[in-house]
């Protein structure tokens, strides 16, 4: 992945936070980013995990990623295994391997019992795991760790640092910020400081040509080298005798920092044996399953997965709007606009009224029940939340996908309220001298019912962010917004209701092609407009 000319800031005419950078982020390699708070470094993991677009400049080559926010909100209505099968669904795993992953990666960091826990209840270092979970389930080629050691116990940090070195040994890049400096020192391939809104590189790779330092030593019998490795060596150790030494070779930058780790890990190796190699004896870095991790983790946990998936876009996209329709039904947002549509509904229509007037009414009432839905889809997601699943398909697409959620559900409750209507109404005009054929009046009313659907899921969209921020507004705006698209000339939605109801006076029933085809050309542009403002704006 390349960054050029990279820059980022906030708002239109907001000071640059990021300005100028260019970044190369190679295949298997551990990069480090340092700063001081405010310099700029979650801006900076945003723009790498695709969250944010930067302002000028192009990012190319973003591989499959994965991101950790630096604060993960737990108020969101799952268990912990529920949300991890939600987010392996939408990493592009099947529903089984994604539970099969949530329950592996909890086990591993000590959360298994809080599997079925709900995410509010629980504390906030389980919370965290759930977060690095969910990230590390989808075995990224790019994984972006925004302090994600952050609250959790030291056997979840230690748990959290061999997964990192995992991903590395099987090719991905890591790229974290951590405040603590000995977070992963000495094994960091790169290391990056941002100040006055650049990057200014600290340490180039280990692969460098340069002198090369092999350090052999001896652990306890059955003991693991430690999960990271100052320096990325090679590891080296005779199978057949598991109490050989072990040979690792580094360069001699690293030397000091991987001696220290072996005599500090618990229990201490012990040094056999320390040569210089010619600066010419360029060590390879390890193959994936033959790093450090590998010789570290039990020989089951370093086998390369099978199923490896990106997931294609319609499947992913498809698992978010799954993922966001069960977040809108277990959050009970639903309720209000349900009432609403009921209510409205109940008042308007009597059994035994003229079909085709009722049929206009209920699909009127569609118009702003859609648009109610599809705003609270669209800003229902803490914002943290929002950008891991952003991060997984992208803005665009995790924009879509809301939109889908709402406009989705507008539909169904649509078709069952033109079902009951169906049901309950007398065929036949307004001056009950004209029988209305049932099943043109049907689909027409169907038609119309997704007419206005589509027309109050545009307005939905463009009256919620990324168009309009502030919560009072957007919520204001919705609702005038359907009023006036409902009463307004030329409006598609008014057109079609507008068809059916008159159509009511002499009972011939109206098909709306034109006013459903200008419907879904607005909802259609409406979408592509917002989704691209989405990945503009985040
Ligand atoms: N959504 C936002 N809107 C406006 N300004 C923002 C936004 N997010 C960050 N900033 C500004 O961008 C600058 C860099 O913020 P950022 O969070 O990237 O820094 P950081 O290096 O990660 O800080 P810390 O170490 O405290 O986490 C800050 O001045 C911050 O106020």
């Known amino acids: 992945m390349i960054l050029r000319g990279a820059g980022r800031r906030y708002g239109l005419r907001g000071p640059w936070v990021l ?18 708070n405010g310099a700029g470094k979650s801006t900076l993991l945003r723009l790498l995990a695709g969250i944010d677009a930067p302002t000028e400049g192009s990012v190319t080559g973003r591989p499959r990623t994965a991101y950790v926010p630096e604060r993960f909100p737990p108020a969101l209505p799952f268990t912990a295994a529920g949300y991890l099968v939600h987010m392996g669904r939408v990493h592009g795993l099947p529903a089984d391997e994604a539970a099969a992953r949530a329950q592996e990666w909890l086990t591993r960091f000590g959360a298994a019992e809080h599997a079925r826990t709900p995410l509010a209840e629980l504390s906030k270092g389980t919370s965290q795991k759930v977060a690095v979970a969910q990230a590390l389930l989808a075995e990224p080629d790019l994984l972006v760790l925004d302090e994600a050691w952050t609250g959790l116990d030291t056997a979840a940090r230690d748990e959290l640092d061999l997964a990192v070195a995992e991903r590395v040994a ?69 199978t057949a005798n598991p109490a050989a030494a072990v040979r690792l ?34 060590v390879p870095l390890p193959a994936p399953g033959a790093g450090p991790a590998a010789a570290a983790a039990p020989a089951g946990d370093t086998a390369p997965r099978q199923a490896r998936r990106s997931g294609p876009p319609l499947r992913a996209t498809a698992a978010l709007t799954r993922y966001r329709i069960a ?24 059994a035994g009224q003229p079909l085709l007037d009722s049929l206009g009414y209920a699909a009127a009432t569609v118009l702003p029940l859609s ?30 996908a809301s939109l889908l959620a709402g406009l989705g559900c507008a539909l169904a409750l649509g078709c069952a309220g033109t079902g009951i209507v169906l049901l309950i109404s007398e065929p036949i005009s307004t001056d009950r001298t004209v029988a209305v054929p049932l099943l043109p009046a049907a689909l027409a009313g169907l038609l119309v019912a997704v007419c206005c659907a589509l027309t109050g899921a545009a307005v939905g969209a463009l009256c919620a962010r990324p168009v309009l921020h502030r919560h009072g507004w957007s919520l204001a705006a919705t609702l005038l917004g359907a009023l006036l698209v409902l009463v307004t000339d030329g409006s598609p939605a008014k057109a079609a209701v507008t068809g059916l109801v008159s159509g009511s006076l002499t009972g ?14 607005v ?14 704006r985040g």
Request: net charge positive; charged share 15%; hydrophobic share 50%.
């Open 170 to 238: 099987d090719g991905a890049t890591v790229v974290f910020v951590d405040h603590d400096p000995r977070r992963l020192a000495g094994a960091a391939g790169v290391s990056h400081r941002l100040a006055g809104r650049t990057l200014h590189t600290a340490v180039t790779p280990a692969a460098d040509h340069g002198p090369r330092v092999r350090i052999e030593a001896t652990g306890p019998p059955s003991a693991a080298l430690p999960p990271v490795l100052p320096g990325a060596p090679t590891v080296e150790r005779d």
């Open 508 to 521: 011939a029933v109206r098909i709306p092609f034109l006013p459903l085809a200008v419907a879904v050309v």
């Open 371 to 400: 648009a109610w839905l599809v705003r609270l889809c669209v800003t229902q997601e803490p914002p943290a939340a929002r950008n891991v699943a952003a991060c997984a398909v992208g803005p665009a697409r995790a924009h879509c």
């Open 327 to 350: 977040l809108l039904g277990r959050s009970q947002r639903w309720l209000a606009p349900l009432l609403l549509y009921v209510a409205v509904l109940g008042v308007g229509i009597r």
């Open 523 to 536: 909802a259609v542009a409406v979408a592509a407009l917002t989704s691209r403002l989405a990945a503009l």
């Open 249 to 282: 070779t580094t360069t001699a930058a690293h030397s000091d920092a991987l001696l220290g780790a072996l005599l500090t890990a618990r229990p201490p190796w012990h040094i056999t044996g320390l040569s210089q190699l010619p600066g010419d004896d360029v």
């Open 19 to 36: 300005r100028g950078l260019d970044l190369e982020l190679p295949a298997r390699t551990l990069v480090r980013i340092e700063g001081a």
